[in-house]
T-cell receptor, first 110, second 115 residues
Framework: RKEVEQDPGPFNVPEGATVAFNCTYS??????FFWYRQDCRKEPKLLMS???SGNEDGRFTAQLNRASQYISLLIRDSKLSDSATYLC???????????FGAGTRLTVKP | EPEVTQTPSHQVTQMGQEVILRCVPI?????FYWYRQILGQKVEFLVS????????KSEIFDDQFSVERPDGSNFTLKIRSTKLEDSAMYFC?????????????FGDGTRLSIL
């Protein structure tokens, strides 16, 4: 089983749509969780950290289910500028080693 | 907003040669990292560095690789005897802590092409 597993997509959605991405991780010692976005041939950029109680940042909502080792990202009212690859990232406690999923590709169309 | 900077943006090297990739982390950060991303594949952790020594490294980071902080601002990755399969994007990152939920901030990468 992969350490961090994501649906590769692609997800093709119209502007204004709501889209959800899922991620599962295999290492139960993982303690920190993040969503990064990566544009084509660019660096990963932090989108948001994921907290145990779930958290929201504008149109973006992240959820964590430790029992199921599952993380999600919900994007509401999607914009053209949301088109990117979304990377699920996990890290063990006080550990430097971030493990990336392969990413889910999103294309938002007019 | 402070950022991680990397040079060069693109490096082309003959197989067997040595390359040095350079990074300037965010100035108040204490933890530094190198990642690589082979075209079309996921981002992979190589090494982390703290207090002038390697704190962790992956199975990818073998004797071919080394890191150094030669002065107060630069953080370098040296790859000796480069191979075709070393062709990839190499990202430097930094963070101010490693406690939970402290993210790492990435530079815009160096594209390494081995011929």
């Amino acid at each position: 089983r992969k350490e961090v597993e994501q649906d590769p997509g692609p997800f093709n959605v119209p502007e204004g749509a709501t889209v959800a991405f899922n991620c599962t991780y295999s290492n139960s010692a993982s303690q920190s969780f993040f969503w990064y976005r990566q544009d084509c041939r660019k660096e990963p950029k932090l989108l948001m950290s994921v907290y145990s109680s779930g958290n929201e940042d504008g149109r973006f909502t992240a959820q964590l289910n430790r029992a199921s080792q599952y993380i999600s990202l919900l994007i509401r009212d999607s914009k053209l500028s949301d088109s990117a690859t979304y990377l699920c990232v996990v890290k063990k406690a006080n550990n430097n080693d971030m493990r990336f999923g392969a990413g889910t590709r999103l294309t938002v169309k007019p | 907003e402070p950022e991680v900077t990397q040079t060069p943006s693109h490096q082309v090297t003959q197989m067997g040669q040595e390359v040095i990739l350079r990074c300037v982390p965010i100035s108040n950060h204490l933890y530094f990292y190198w990642y690589r991303q082979i075209l079309g594949q996921k981002v992979e952790f190589l090494v982390s560095f703290y207090n002038n020594e390697i704190s962790e490294k992956s199975e990818i980071f073998d004797d071919q690789f080394s890191v150094e902080r030669p002065d107060g601002s630069n953080f370098t990755l040296k790859i000796r005897s480069t191979k075709l399969e070393d062709s990839a994007m190499y990202f430097c990152a930094s963070s101010d802590r490693v406690e939970n939920n402290q993210p790492q901030h990435f530079g815009d990468g160096t594209r390494l092409s081995i011929l």
